[in-house]
């Protein structure tokens, strides 16, 4: 007959999907009861209704299941009270939240991916960047910022809302990649428009980083709306250290869009981590000659550019051949990295994924405690 200390040893390697921290630790274990071989578990719940209630139970029974001498388990479902909610936003961060990618000492990689003008692929980008760090086994958050033209939740299949406990936002996942965006908190839904101006604008940027639950991240990749209007200006206070991708596409009249949404980094002092152009050379499926569908060197023309006006390396860092698919897995909400990483694009992206997810931060924008010593 197993006993309660084993069981308990076996729900402490159960983690909430959503939180991803052991269900023992986050007070969600209410009782064990052990009857012969049969195993009896209650289970409270964040909130009623939680989407995550199947994968919960799942992952118990598979836990419980497995310890010798059990041969069957039960679990019982519960919701938290509003006080044991209160515990648990305290266990998570306190009711108090600063933006933590903004502190000195935090190890998270940020980037915000902007283009000048849409159409560019920037959000395409975003998803297969944030799929392809993830199969790399980096911890990845995205911030879709488009919050006019939201489109990240179908790119990465993402189908359930957040979770809210006590004011604390937990992001649905999809491909592994936590995802927060205006979609879900919108009363009309993928149709409703939203028309908010500057002020709302930087509130709703401010909570999506301060009070989502992001956990340990790895990387953060915020899908900023296309120009240089307020949210790129409110993403570039709120995340100081962040640094820039630009997205543009071969065209000349896209790359000189792309210079001027660049140069917000100049205005706001922050590093522009390099260039990415998409839709580059199609490569003919029956001949093999490529076709510049939309020209050639407009990622080298801004990456150049840049690089004089802000008196600072900006590299060119991938061409992305134009394929079609990279746009049908989009709307299919199955990322082309994921779909078939052979593929010219795909390779492309999981280079820049690797790139860009692997690099080590530096010290920049880093306190080091030091205080100057006086000379005598």
Known sequence: MPTRE???????EVEDPEIRRPITELGMVKDIRIDGDAVHVDVYLTVAGCPMREEI??????AVAALDGVTDVTVALDVMSEEQRKELRAKLGGPEREIPFAQPGSLTRVYLIASGKGGVGKSSVTANLAASMATQGLSIGVVDADVYGHSIPRMLAVNNPPTMVEGLIMPPTGYGVRVISMLPFKPGGVTQPVTWRGPMLHRALQQFL????????DVLL???PPGTGDVAISAAQLLPNAEVLVVTTPQEAAAEVAVRAGMVAKETHQRIAGVIENMSGFPCPHCGEVVDIFGTGGGQKVATVLSKALQAEVPLLGRIPFDVRLREGGDEGIPLVLADPAAPAAEVLRGLATRLGKR???LAGMSLGLTPASRF
């Open 6 to 12: 084993q069981v308990e040893s076996a729900l402490a």
């Open 57 to 62: 139970t799942s992952r118990v029974t598979g």
């Open 210 to 217: 301060a009070d989502v639950w992001w956990g340990d991240l």
């Open 222 to 224: 915020l899908d900023l």
């Open 360 to 362: 080590p931060r530096g």
